[in-house]
């Protein structure tokens, strides 16, 4: 309950954000270019420190990462939604809030992974992971809708600060998981190429991240 709740109440502030993003670089007078530095500066960390972040989920307390990466993804977003209230907000300084918020994302994501089969046990795996599924997909939908309403009634900087009032609260409830750090044995470089093994045996898995990945940049 404590974990589901976590990713919950995080979900809606992450569902609201990259609307609020949007018009916050637009309110300050950025154009396309600009939002398209922002969006970057915020994922290409994630995409660059997400196998360290894998690495270092199977060697530390999952509770502790998720709690350090949420408390950093609520600092980056709480400085953002400061500066956009202030009106003091530039290109560069929207993206360095993203680009920390993007390496938080990059540690908690498999911490956040990770932690599920430690809460339950393996013949329940499944359930959990619907339980945890199928309510975050209906935020993920339902989320930019409220948020656009948030936007055109208070602005984008207070979407921004429910965005770090739930990565703050998702930290503390994330906390008192206490999770024990994963016992390994292994180097990381073989853990590395154990994953890599696993991915690229399964054509499911390895066609459905080439077909996302065409299409998505096609979009």
């Known amino acids: 309950r404590r974990f589901v709740t976590a990713s919950l109440i995080s979900a809606t502030g992450s569902a609201m954000a990259p609307l609020a993003l949007a018009y916050a670089v637009i309110g300050e007078g950025g154009g396309a270019g600009d939002l398209g530095v922002v969006l970057a500066t915020n994922t290409v960390p994630t995409i660059v420190f997400l196998v360290m972040g894998g690495v270092l989920a199977d060697r530390m307390s999952r509770s502790r990462m998720l709690f350090l990466g949420n408390l950093l993804a609520a600092a980056a977003q709480g400085s953002l939604a400061m500066i956009v209230a202030l009106g003091q907000a530039t290109t560069t300084s929207v993206a360095v809030c993203g680009f ?3 390496t ?16 339950v046990p393996a013949e329940h795996l499944q359930q959990a992971n619907a339980v945890l599924r199928l309510p975050g997909n209906a935020v993920k939908v339902l989320g930019p809708a409220v948020g656009g309403v948030v936007v055109a009634v208070s602005g984008p900087a207070w979407a921004l600060a429910w965005d770090a009032l739930t990565f703050a609260v998702a930290a503390v409830l994330l906390l008192g998981l206490r999770l024990d750090a994963p016992v390994t044995v292994t180097s990381a470089l073989s853990d590395l190429r154990e994953g890599w093994t696993g991915f690229w ?9 080439i077909a996302g990945a065409v299409l998505v940049a096609a979009w």
């Open 100 to 102: 920390v918020s993007g």
């Open 104 to 119: 938080a994302v990059a540690f908690t994501v498999p911490a956040n992974q990770g932690a599920v089969a430690q809460i």
């Open 201 to 209: 045996s399964r054509t499911w898995l390895w066609s459905y991240t």
